[in-house]
């Protein structure tokens, strides 16, 4: 059974920092690249970070140089550092493989992060 429970959010101030992780079970962690997805109020699930199986990492602009994920395989964990946070980046961040498992159909409860001064 696929459980992906992510922890956390919170409120923090604009320009501050969080520490997001993602723990994994019921997949094959270390042969999967993994993603933190956000999805605000209104908009779509995107993808904001991206590290293959062998720790090579991708970001879109929006989030270049302010977000940096890693992997613990022999925990089955992936994390998102998020510093210089905005106000822009309240949303609730998911984890999951990338691409998503069973094309998208499976989500964890997520962690809200809220940036608001």
């Known amino acids: 059974q696929v459980q992906l429970v992510e922890s956390g959010g919170g409120l923090v101030q604009p320009g501050g920092s969080l520490t997001l992780s993602c723990a994994a079970s019921g997949i094959l962690f270390a042969g999967s690249a993994m993603g933190w997805y956000r999805q605000g109020a209104g908009k779509q699930r995107e993808l904001v970070a991206r590290v293959s199986t062998g720790g090579d990492t991708n970001y879109p602009d929006s989030v270049k140089g302010r977000f940096a994920i890693s992997r613990r395989n022999d925990r089955n964990t992936v994390y998102l550092q998020m510093n210089s946070l905005k106000v822009e980046d309240t949303a609730v961040y998911y984890c999951?493989?990338?691409?998503?498992?069973?094309?998208?159909?499976?989500w964890g409860k997520g962690t809200l992060v809220t940036v608001s001064s």
């Open positions: 999951n493989t990338d691409p998503p498992i069973n094309w998208g159909t499976y």
